[in-house]
């Protein structure tokens, strides 16, 4: 994979870090010091990515749907499977509230979109995602992606059986296609194309330690050659030894201690020097971003209890409702996940931040859903409709919208036959992009066609986008999709083929499902 080139002037900031370790220690001192401050470019303008992983493998044909008369035939025949149909209903069933909670019937009929290009057919979100149907027919911040997934080469059904055409490593894999969706290599991969973003555009930024954020786990994705992530908490900063009181063992004298002997380096030792800089940089990031965020129960983020103190998991901004028991709410995590990262891009214009350029990573997970489908897939898709929806209302309380675009990724798709109570692997699966930014309301890319089973096996000959058991081979490439973003972000052409590998082998590098910058 091309290595990338940093900025001139990260480069000599790096190098001269690198002169005063000597050069036996250049390759780790190269690394480690990119968690120092950069010299802030001159940027006028703020823009931040947002990644949501829904790990284990969304099953997206029970997300978005194809609802003319042939797909929507084949998609009930093929997952209404005994013992449990996984099939959704159709538009305009009413909701059956004495049916078994979780089920489709208990759920109502699925819930009409109208995009613009609706490609001679008529679709359909989860009947979980009224949010997200508002949000993609009205709001139009909401635009779909049909059938994405990891791709070398444009590959056809026919390309897809040879052995000589080239395809990704391990596919089906659950680790190594949350790599590949991550990073363009199974797993062992140690740079990430959000991470290799972040390191053509950290010099925008005052200190590049807030370049590269997760709240949702260690991910591949932000990881850079220069960068390297930044973890927070649903809380906020990480604190290295003390508490929020400065203390250890309940003594702030223990704990200043403490701080001091991290920070000392005694004789000449090169691991032992760059890992107290690190340290010292780690409390000096904690300090900062913790003076520059505002709390959580700022009207902006939160709601403020009427007493006590603060608590995410009840705060009814933070909850959605149950859609196997209305009139029930639950913590919703992910939303929780993203109220941090509205808080930290609220502080990305405070002076001891000075972020212009950030890629932030969250996380859901519960996806694989080989079995009980049906009721945990439908808290999956109100979770996931319920924090996309409290995101875009925060951005814009914060008057954010055009400045943030969240996207959906995950390991793969899932099968269009039933195992009987759920679904396995698979490889293409849809994807939204959301921010006001986004041209929403309409489909980029070409939505799959939904054919037959062959009736002597699992193949599906009617359908020039299915695989064995249904799987969709994906026609728009995770590069396509990340290209597109990056171009708005602000990376060049050339940068665009350093980030994305396999670019150069599609015509279309920019799917238009972003205005301009």
Same mark, same amino acid.
């Given at each position: 994979?091309? !290595?990338i ?22 390759p ?12 802030a470019?001159?940027?006028g ?18 997300m978005?749907?194809p609802?003319d ?10 997952? $209404? ?23 489709p ?32 027919d ?5 635009a ?5 997934g ?5 590959t056809s !059904? ?8 080239? !395809?990704?490593?391990s ?19 140690t ?31 932000? $990881? ?6 930044y ?19 309940? $003594? ?21 020097a760059?890992?107290?800089?690190v ?17 959580a129960?700022?009207p ?11 608590s ?8 959605y ?12 995590n992910?939303?929780q996940?993203?109220?941090i ?11 001891s ?7 932030f990573?969250v ?9 009980v489908?049906?009721g ?20 814009g309380?914060?008057?954010a ?16 036959? $039933? ?6 692997h ?18 980029y ?19 020039p986008d ?8 994906p026609?728009t ?9 990056? !171009?708005?972000f ?8 350093d980030?994305?590998p396999?670019?150069a082998?599609?015509?279309?590098r ?8």
């Amino acid at each position: 994979m091309k !290595k990338i080139d940093a900025s001139r002037r990260m480069f000599l900031r790096h190098a001269g870090v690198m002169s005063t370790l000597g050069a036996a220690g250049a390759p780790l001192a190269l690394n480690l010091s990119a968690l120092g401050t950069a010299a802030a470019q001159t940027a006028g303008d703020y823009k931040a990515i947002v990644c949501i992983f829904l790990f284990g493998g969304n099953d997206s044909i029970n997300m978005v749907l194809p609802t003319d008369t042939a797909s929507f035939t084949n998609y009930t025949t093929l997952r $209404s499977q005994a013992p449990d149909s996984i099939a959704l209903l159709a538009p305009g069933t009413a909701v059956n509230a004495g049916a078994a909670a979780g089920s489709p019937a208990r759920l109502g009929g699925v819930l009409p979109i109208t995009p613009a290009n609706a490609q001679g057919r008529s679709f359909a979100l989860h009947p979980a995602m009224g949010a997200l149907q508002t949000m993609f027919d009205t709001d139009r911040r909401l635009a779909i992606l049909p059938n994405v997934g990891p791709l070398i080469l444009p590959t056809s !059904k026919t390309q897809y059986s040879q052995s000589s055409h080239r !395809k990704p490593a391990s596919l089906f894999s659950h680790n190594d296609q949350q790599n590949t969706w991550q990073a363009f290599l199974p797993e062992g991969a140690t740079v990430g194309w959000g991470g290799r973003m972040g390191d053509l555009l950290a010099s925008m930024n005052q200190r590049t330690v807030f370049t590269s954020i997760t709240a949702g786990g260690n991910a591949v994705w932000l $990881s850079g050659q220069d960068v390297r992530q930044y973890q927070v908490t649903n809380n906020g900063a990480i604190r290295l030894g003390t508490n929020a009181s400065g203390q250890v063992y309940g $003594s702030a004298a223990v704990g200043a201690a403490m701080e001091r002997i991290v920070q000392t380096t005694r004789g000449g030792h090169v691991l032992e020097a760059d890992l107290s800089a690190v340290s010292a940089r780690s409390m000096q990031a904690e300090s900062l971003l913790r003076n520059a965020l505002k709390p959580a129960s700022d009207p902006l983020f939160g709601t403020a209890p009427a007493t006590g103190n603060y608590s995410a998991t009840n705060d009814p901004k933070l909850r959605y409702t149950d859609p196997n028991n209305p009139g029930t709410t639950i913590a919703n995590n992910l939303a929780q996940q993203l109220q941090i990262v509205a808080r930290m891009i609220d502080a990305s214009g405070n002076a001891s931040i000075g972020a212009k350029r950030q890629v932030f990573f969250v996380s859901m997970g519960g996806f694989d859903t080989h079995d009980v489908q049906n009721g945990n897939h439908a808290q999956l898709m109100a979770r996931l409709s319920h924090a996309l929806r409290y995101f875009d209302d925060t951005l814009g309380a914060m008057g954010a919208r055009d400045r943030v675009t969240t996207f959906t990724a995950s390991d793969f798709g899932r099968t269009f036959t $039933s195992n009987g109570d759920g679904t396995d692997h698979g490889w293409g699966a849809h994807h939204f992009v959301m921010g006001g930014a986004v041209r929403g309301g309409d489909l980029y890319g070409s939505f799959p066609v939904y054919g037959a089973k062959n009736t002597n096996n699992n193949n599906f000959d009617s359908s020039p986008d299915q695989l064995g058991n249904g799987s969709l081979l994906p026609t728009t490439s995770v590069d396509q999709l990340g290209a597109t973003l990056g !171009k708005w972000f602000g990376l060049s052409d050339t940068q665009l083929l350093d980030v994305f590998p396999n670019l150069a082998n599609f015509s279309a590098r920019d799917l238009g499902f972003m205005n301009p910058a």
